[in-house]
Nanobody, 114 residues
């Protein structure tokens, strides 16, 4: 099973990025999916998630700026990030789980310059 995250990069504060997480060998629509991030020297935190039943959840720090979405036909999960801030700099990971299973992608680096 692979979760392939992509779309990271270097942008200026106020800019936007869209991260993608493509899955192989699992069907994302039957999993809870989420994006997490880990900044240097900090613990990993959940940024945004969609439950199997379609409930959305966002960290307070990204509400109104980040949007998670899922394209079931393409088996891809996206994270649209707008109005990016330097404190959003981190490695972003996609994750998918269902009972008894937990999958993580390799991470994609997002760097926001001030």
């Amino acid at each position: 099973v692979q979760l392939q995250a992509s779309g990271g990069g270097l942008v200026q504060a106020g800019g936007s990025l869209r991260l993608s997480c493509a899955a192989s060998e699992i069907i994302l629509r039957i999993h809870n999916v989420a994006w997490h991030r880990q900044a240097p020297g900090k613990q990993r935190e959940m940024v945004a998630g969609i439950s199997f039943g379609g409930t959305y959840k966002y960290a307070e720090s990204v509400k109104g700026r980040f949007t998670i979405s899922r394209d079931n036909a393409k088996n891809v999960v996206y994270l649209q990030m707008n109005n990016l801030k330097p404190e959003d700099t981190a490695v972003y990971y996609c994750q998918a789980d269902r009972i008894g299973y937990d999958y993580w992608g390799q991470g994609t680096l997002v760097t926001i310059s001030s």
